[in-house]
């Protein structure tokens, strides 16, 4: 599973689908929950489309606010990957909105 990640992590940085950053969190989500390759592929799937809609609707200002908030808030408790970011979260969907 560990070759599939750096591989999905390298695809992601060759084709700045997404970032390293992004990469980052969902290796700390996936070792506190431990996901399977499908799950670690949906979590860049879903960061890739968030920074897709932020970067159309001009609000990467606010997706880099919510990476920054969920890297420093992050922490697994009882094997489940938790983030205090609502009011980060809640800025981003209305920016895209």
């Known amino acids: 599973m560990k070759v599939l990640h750096m591989f999905v992590a390298l695809t992601c940085l060759v084709t700045a689908a ?3 950053l992004e990469s ?24 890739d489309d968030r920074y897709a809609d932020a970067d159309r609707r ?7 606010d919510l990476l920054a908030c969920e890297d420093h808030t992050g922490i697994c ?7 205090a970011c ?9 920016c895209i909105d």
Do not use: M, P, S, V
């Not at 969902?26 to 860049?44: P, S, T």
């Not at 408790?77 to 983030?83: M, Q, T």
């Open 24 to 47: 980052d969190l969902c290796d700390y989500k996936c070792d506190c929950e431990g996901c399977n390759d499908r799950d670690y592929d949906n979590c860049l799937a879903r960061y």
């Open 77 to 83: 408790r009882d094997y489940k990957w938790d983030i």
């Open 18 to 20: 997404c970032g390293r």
């Open 58 to 64: 001009g609000c990467l200002d606010r997706y880099d």
């Open 86 to 94: 609502k009011h980060e979260k809640d800025a981003l969907d209305r």
